[in-house]
DNA sequence: CCAATGTTTGGACTTTGTCTAATTTAATAC
DNA sequence: GTATTAAATTAGACAAAGTCCAAACATTGG
């Protein structure tokens, strides 16, 4: 869980093993997602990738996370009505999600466990179980 | 868990012991809520309120869920980035989420055991611990 | 009845995200 | 290299969920 320091170089082999093709727009966003390792908006990300000079439109950033998502590159987070968070770590982990900041913190896998996983409706697999723990400031 | 069966004057008697005032369009709005028992969106509570005579605005049948998930009378469940759905059933529980219907479908806090709840961020104090489990068609 | 307070309303507005047709870029074929 | 495709990007129109506001309406208490 140490954190990687990818190059953009590393993107694009990273795009490449996912059957992606590495365009530069491509590239930038997957690094603005990696190389921070955190999670983002639509709109966080596109602030970043265009933030010296303007690089990728709107179309491009939500076509790209789109397609990201298609071939498990990312993962989306939905835990916010207003908006999608995009997450680098396509592992089995879960979220505390401050409901004050909205900010999202990764819980490892290992320190939460479901048990007993119910039984599913009839002819349904099921995608992943995730946790998701609302916090907030103890005296608001 | 078996149904109850609610009469509009129930849902008034409900709003009080919330300390909500019981109007026409509140009482409408939690009974459209709880004689279902159901996951239902705005949009659909909406349709239901306004299904003979058209009776409540939108901006009401916001108003409105945001006043009772204020007063903690209705959950909101977030599993789809374009819709809110509110649930009556505050209590803790789970929910199946059908990727390929949109429906929600409730697990019984029993069925799943959150074990060893992670140490949360200094200051913070969690409102809650849910499991979502996305599933969908064996075949697509 | 009047005044005060609480509630509802239409419609403008904001935000997130999608769609389309046109353009640009990249790949492939000669 | 040049011509021909196919793939990718783009601006801007569009859609849908939700918020906001000032005006209208309803209710209550005197
Ligand atoms: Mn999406
Ligand atoms: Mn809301
Ligand atoms: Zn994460
Ligand atoms: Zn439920």
Redesign the interface.
Known sequence: MEKKHYTRDDMAGLLRAHDINPTHQRIEIAYALFSRQAHLSADQIMAIVNDRHSETSKATVYNTLNLFRQHKLVR?V????S??FYDPNTGPHHH?Y??QSGEL?D??EN????????T??D????????????????NP
């Open positions: 989306e939905i835990v916010d009505p908006k999608v505390f401050n409901m913190i819980i490892n320190d939460v466990q479901i048990l007993g996983t119910p599913l409706p002819g349904m697999v099921a995608e992943g179980a995730e946790v998701i723990i609302r916090i907030r400031p103890q």
